[in-house]
C-alpha cells in the first residue's frame, strides 16, 4: 500500500515513529479482530446466555454496522479534535465497552456494548492512518508502515476465530473481550508520550448527521435481510425495514450532494480504477468474513471440534493472508494494481471453489484449498488498499482513506448479514423434525443448529440422536449454499475489475488517438 499522495509538507523523522508503528497496529488489530473474535464463542453462547439465532446475527453484525456507519464522520471529527486526541478517546471507549461485553448478563446487553465498541473502534480506525502520516515523513518509511497496517487489516479479521478458539480452550467466553484491556492500558501512556499531536481544524465542519444517515440506512437493511432468513419471515416488516433503508440512504446521498464538504464526493466513483477497488475491498470482507462465521460453527457443532482444534483448522487461513500482503505490496511495484487485482480476486475464487468441493473430503485438500484463499484474500485487500488511494487525487486522499476503511467494515457487515440469512434459512427450510417432536421443540430445533442440539440433549437417546443428525444435515445444506455464494461473489468480482480495466483500457487508446 502506498502513500505517495497523502503528504503535503516534509518534516523531519519523528522520534519513536517505529513504537508508534507497533502502538497503532495494535490498536488496528483490536479493532479488525473483534469483527470475527466471537465466531468460535457462539456455540457456547448459545449456551450460557441463550442467545437465538437472530440475536446471534445481532451480537455479530452490529459492530461492523455502527463502525461502517460512523467512519466517515469520524474522520472529520478527528480533523476538527486532533487525531491523537481521537484516538485516545477511542481506546478510552473500546477499554471500557469490552469490560462491559465480557460481563454482559443477556444477549440484549452483548448488543448494546458491542454497538459501543464500534463506537470505540470508528473513533480510532481514521486516526490510524492519519497518525501514521503525520509520523512517517520519510517516503520509504511511510511506505513499510502503510504495508504493515495494510497486513494488519487483511490478516487480522481471519485471525479472530483462532484467538478465540485459543482463549475459550481455558477460559469462559468474556475472555475474548477481556484480551482487549492489558492492550488498551498499555497503548494509552504510550500513545500519550509518543504519538505526535496533529493541529485541529476548527474549520472543518463534522457532519454528525450524515453519518447517523448512513448508520440507520445499513441497519435497516441488515433487519430486512435478517428477517427474510428467518423460518417464518414477515414480508410486511422486512419490507418496511428494506424500505426504509434505502430511504435513509437516499437522503444521505442526496444531501452529500449538496454540501460544500461532504463526507463522500460521489464523482470519485467515475474513476473506474478507483470503483474497482473499492468493490473488491468490499466483496472480498464480505466473502471471507461470512464464510468464517459459518466455517467455525460447522467446526464445533457438526464435526464435533474443540475451540482449540477449530483455530488450529482456521490458522492456514490467517498464515496465507497475513505472508500475501507484503508479497502483493512488493509486486505492486511491477505489476498495474488492476491486473493484481483480477489476479488476486481469481485465486481467491479458486480457493473458495476449491474449498466447496473438498469441505467434506480429504484434509489435505482442504487446508490446499484454506490457503490459497488465504493468500488470495490478502493480496486482494493489499492491492485494493494500494489502487484505492494511488487513484484519489491529493486534495481527495483523506476521503479516500475513508471510504477505503468503510469498505472493509462494510463488506464485513454485508457479509455477515447475507450469509447468516442464507445459513439460517436454507437450513430452517430443509430441516425436516422427526415425527413425536412437541411443536415448542420443532420450533426451537428450526431457529438455528445450536438449539436443535439443546432440544435433543432434552429428547430420549433415539429421538435425540434422529433430531441432531437431521439439524447436522440440514446445517451442511446451508453451509454449502453459504460457500457456493462466496465463490460466485469472488469470481463475479474478479470479472468486474477485468471488464473494468478493458474499459480504462480503451478509453486511454481514444484518448491517444483523438
Not at 449 to 462: P, Q, R, T
Request: charged share 10%.
Amino acid at each position: 500500500m502506498t502513500q505517495r499522495n497523502l503528504t503535503h509538507a516534509v518534516a523531519p523523522a519523528a522520534p519513536g515513529r517505529w513504537l508508534v508503528l507497533a502502538i497503532v497496529s495494535s490498536a488496528l488489530l483490536l479493532i479488525v479482530v473483534d469483527m470475527t473474535v466471537l465466531y468460535t464463542a457462539l456455540p457456547r453462547l448459545t449456551h450460557e446466555l441463550g442467545v437465538t439465532a437472530s440475536s446471534k446475527l445481532w451480537i455479530v453484525n452490529i459492530y461492523a454496522l455502527v463502525v461502517s456507519g460512523l467512519l466517515l464522520g469520524m474522520g472529520t471529527l478527528g480533523d476538527r479534535l486532533g487525531h491523537k486526541r481521537l484516538f485516545m478517546m477511542g481506546l478510552v471507549v473500546f477499554g471500557a465497552a469490552s469490560l462491559a461485553a465480557a460481563y454482559s448478563p443477556n444477549p440484549g446487553a452483548l448488543i448494546a456494548a458491542r454497538a459501543v465498541l464500534a463506537i470505540g473502534a470508528a473513533m480510532m480506525m481514521p486516526a490510524t492512518l492519519s497518525i501514521l502520516r503525520l509520523t512517517f515523513t520519510d517516503e520509504r518509511e511511510r511506505a513499510v508502515a502503510i504495508g504493515v497496517w495494510a497486513s494488519v487489516a487483511s490478516g487480522g479479521a481471519a485471525l479472530g476465530p483462532v484467538i478465540g478458539g485459543v482463549l475459550l480452550e481455558h477460559f469462559w467466553w468474556g475472555s475474548v473481550f477481556l484480551i482487549n484491556l492489558p492492550i488498551v492500558l498499555l497503548a494509552l501512556p504510550l500513545a500519550r508520550r509518543y504519538i505526535p499531536a496533529s493541529r485541529p481544524d476548527r474549520q472543518r465542519p463534522w457532519d454528525l448527521i450524515g453519518s447517523l444517515q448512513v448508520m440507520a440506512g445499513l441497519i435497516l437493511t441488515a433487519y430486512a435481510l435478517k428477517e427474510l432468513g428467518r423460518a417464518q419471515p414477515s414480508w410486511l416488516q422486512a419490507g418496511l425495514a428494506c424500505a426504509g433503508g434505502a430511504a435513509m440512504l437516499a437522503v444521505f446521498v442526496r444531501r452529500q450532494r449538496a454540501r460544500p464538504y461532504p463526507l463522500i464526493d460521489f464523482a470519485i466513483f467515475r474513476n473506474p480504477s478507483f470503483s474497482s477497488a473499492v468493490a473488491s475491498a468490499l466483496f472480498a470482507a464480505a466473502a471471507l468474513l461470512g464464510m468464517e462465521l459459518v466455517f467455525s460453527q460447522r467446526l464445533q457443532l457438526v464435526l464435533g471440534m474443540s475451540p482449540i482444534q477449530a483455530a488450529l483448522y482456521i490458522l492456514p487461513l490467517p498464515l496465507a493472508a497475513f505472508i500475501a500482503g507484503p508479497l502483493a505490496g512488493w509486486l505492486l511495484s511491477r505489476v498495474s494494481g488492476a491486473r493484481l487485482l483480477f489476479v488476486s480476486l481469481l485465486v481467491s475464487g479458486l480457493g473458495m471453489g476449491g474449498y466447496l468441493f473438498s469441505y467434506d473430503g480429504a484434509l489435505a485438500a482442504q487446508m490446499a484449498s484454506l490457503c490459497v484463499l488465504g493468500v488470495g484474500i490478502g493480496a486482494t485487500m493489499t492491492a485494493a488498499s494500494s489502487t484505492i488511494m494511488q487513484s484519489a487525487t491529493p486534495e481527495r486522499a483523506g476521503m479516500a482513506a475513508s471510504i477505503e476503511e468503510v469498505s472493509y467494515e462494510l463488506g464485513g457487515a454485508l457479509g455477515v448479514t447475507l450469509m447468516g440469512s442464507i445459513l439460517s434459512g436454507v437450513y430452517a427450510h430443509t430441516l425436516d423434525v422427526p415425527a413425536g417432536l412437541p411443536a415448542a421443540g420443532a420450533g426451537a430445533a428450526r431457529d438455528s443448529l445450536d438449539e436443535a442440539l439443546i432440544v435433543a440433549e432434552g429428547l430420549s437417546a433415539d429421538l435425540g440422536a434422529s433430531l441432531a443428525h437431521l439439524a447436522r444435515t440440514a446445517f451442511d445444506a446451508g453451509y454449502a449454499v453459504v460457500i457456493a455464494t462466496a465463490t460466485v461473489m469472488l469470481l463475479g468480482t474478479a470479472v468486474l475489475v477485468l471488464l473494468n480495466r478493458l474499459r480504462g483500457d480503451t478509453r486511454s487508446r481514444g484518448a491517444t488517438a483523438g
